[in-house]
DNA sequence: GCCGTTTTCGGCCCGACTGTTTTCAGTCG
């Protein structure tokens, strides 16, 4: 009997089905049924296989018989019968071309057929060599983008999205904290940092008992398994294939340790120099002054700092860019807070891709004590999405205001999130957006264009007089999509010069703008908007993101339009 | 393959744009 799979090798399983479903070129539709049983499954937090045991897979969405028989099969007997068939008729290196953006199973099926590409490094050489150009819908342009896509695909290097990982990392300081042989329990690392993506969760626990911590923490569920134990170190894994380290040490020492593991290197070598300069050597344990050789433990981070003579650091600071200076001339910034913000400027709703009615979401945003928000769905161009039309926008701004006269404690603000079109126009009259309370416009096509062209369209977006933001200014999309050609430097006069505010979008995938370009941004002069990009009532909860990335961008409140009351952001007008 | 006050089959968010082309695959949220 094979040892019980980890969720997140029961994941991968119908991952590997639907990509080769895909490229088999079955239906879209059982492969839309594997894509969503799969993303239920990676969402589920205890052991899958111990669910599955029990006869209760079926209960959760889009979990059928086919899909319960195979993961029992696979629990049973370390395979399953369908896979292996797909296996054995196509190279696996096709999954990962398949994959990279602009290629799908028909592309990378082609690729090996026509030209027996069977993994990346040959499709980067025949990229090279030119050897694609010669194939029927094919081009130098197809050439050039799969080399790029290729080049961010081997740059992502098994990063995972801090949003992802943060609840999960909290659940773990939470079942920490409640065990008794705990004092104090942190994560740390880059995650504490808020670095918007992360490699491994590292957790740092103060208790005069570590055996007995370490064991109450190897049984928790989430953990697939544990890899070595020392007497004051552990490392796990979870069943979302994460690695975990746990760092336990005295009460006295906690502070010097929580700093230490919590980074960045960069930070912590200008730290132990500054020290140096001052008389003190920092280590892990303690902090010693040279000349008596008197070494002191710091209970709190805080004291660490103290001792070397500098304010208090806090973790999102922690980059090298400066921090330490800014510390010791008393110049930090005073860095914005959740509670800060009063608004959220983008919210979407079932009128387009949102997957909720308006009233749920005005009910969401309530619920998290938002004053006001602005519903802004997508524009016709985004047909997808369904996006709005003049005649479709104007219904739902009845809806809006209808709702608004009857929902009390918070104010419903009608907008549009209008696509800046390729050519630079709007995908909406001015007519249009003059109804409108707020206008935020985004690029969602044409990535691919020179920064010339995308500064043009940029330019056009913002000098039109109803447009007040601009949305994910970059478009990136962590680990998937690099940034369009945007000049920053120019966005950022450009917004501070017509009074257009430029949103930090707080979906955790996008985090657009990212902290350094929130920095220098603001140093430019622009005005910041913090915003969910909310599709699900829950999504308000992102919030919190997007003020982490700012506060990687030394951002302070004064600088969000959003943490005005309603009154004063209403008296905002455009250059 | 899943789902059902559309219950055991027929739906499954749906249309313009890009790069390459003369009919289409893939992308956008």
Not at 95 to 121: F, S, Y
Not at 294 to 318: F, H, M, N, S
Not at 379 to 393: E, I, K, N, T, V
Request: charged share 25%; with cysteine.
């Amino acid at each position: 009997m094979p040892s019980r799979p980890s969720n997140a090798q029961i994941v991968r399983l119908f991952d590997l089905i639907s990509d080769y479903l895909a490229l088999d070129g079955e239906s879209p539709y059982p492969l839309m049924a594997y894509e969503r049983a799969s993303r239920t499954l990676r969402d589920y937090p205890v052991s899958i296989a111990d669910l599955a045991s029990r006869g209760g897979l079926r209960e959760l969405p889009g979990i059928g018989e086919a899909i319960e028989t195979k993961v029992l099969e696979f629990i049973a007997t370390g395979e399953v019968a369908k896979l292996d068939e797909l296996r054995a008729k196509y190279p696996e290196g096709l999954l990962e071309i398949m994959h990279l953006p602009g290629v799908g199973p028909k592309t990378a099926r082609h690729l090996w057929e026509a030209l027996a590409i069977t993994n990346l490094d040959e499709l980067k050489l025949a990229c090279e060599r030119h050897a694609l150009r010669g194939l029927p819908g094919m081009g130098e342009k197809t050439e050039t983008n799969m080399l790029r896509a290729i080049a961010t695909y081997e740059a992502r290097s098994g990063r995972s999205l801090a949003g992802a990982v943060e609840p999960q990392a909290a659940k773990f300081v939470e079942a920490l904290r409640a065990m008794p042989a705990v004092i104090s329990a942190d994560y740390a690392g880059s995650l504490r940092r808020r670095r918007s993506t992360i490699r491994d969760i590292d957790l740092v626990v103060a208790s005069a008992d570590p055996s007995a911590v370490m064991d109450a923490f190897a049984a928790l569920p989430e953990l697939a398994g544990t890899n070595e134990r020392g007497d004051t170190k552990l490392t796990a894994v979870t069943h979302t294939e994460l690695n975990v380290d746990l760092r336990i040490v005295p009460e006295p020492s906690y502070g010097n340790l929580l700093q230490h593991l919590t980074g960045s290197a960069g930070h912590n070598v200008a730290l132990r120099a500054y020290a140096q300069r001052r008389g003190h050597k920092i280590c892990e344990y303690n902090v010693e002054h040279v000349a008596s050789g008197r070494q002191i433990t710091c209970a709190t981070e805080a004291e660490v700092y103290e001792l070397v003579g500098l304010r208090y650091i806090p973790p999102e600071l922690r980059e090298n860019q400066g921090e330490i200076e800014a510390s010791e001339e008393g110049l930090l910034p005073d860095l914005i807070e959740l509670p800060d913000v009063r608004g959220d400027l983008h919210v979407h709703s079932d009128w387009t891709d949102g997957r909720a009615t308006i009233e749920d979401m005005a009910l969401g945003a309530l619920e998290h004590g938002l004053e006001y928000m602005c519903f802004c769905d997508h524009s016709q161009s985004l047909a997808m999405a369904r996006g709005l039309g003049p005649d479709r926008l104007a219904q739902q701004m009845e809806v809006i205001r209808e709702l608004n006269t009857r929902l009390p404690g918070i104010t419903l603000l009608c907008g549009i999130e209008v696509d800046i079109l390729a050519d630079g126009r709007l995908d909406l009259p001015d007519e249009s957006l003059a109804q409108l309370d707020f206008v935020t416009a985004s690029i969602h096509s044409a990535f691919s264009q020179p920064r010339a062209q995308i500064m043009k369209r940029m330019t056009n977006a913002m000098q039109n007089p109803y447009v007040r933001s601009i949305g994910h200014p970059t478009g990136r999309l962590l680990g998937r999509r690099e940034p369009y050609d945007v000049d920053l430097d120019e966005l950022a006069r450009l917004a501070a010069e017509t009074g257009t505010f430029l949103e930090i979008n707080a979906s955790y995938d996008r985090l657009d703008l990212s902290g350094p370009a929130v920095r220098r941004a603001v140093e430019l002069g622009a005005k910041i908007v913090i915003c969910t990009d909310a599709h699900y009532p829950t999504d308000f909860d992102n919030l919190k993101y997007a003020i982490w990335e700012g506060r990687r961008g030394w951002l302070e409140a004064k600088d969000v339009v959003n943490t005005r009351p309603l009154s004063e952001f209403r008296a905002y007008r455009k250059a």
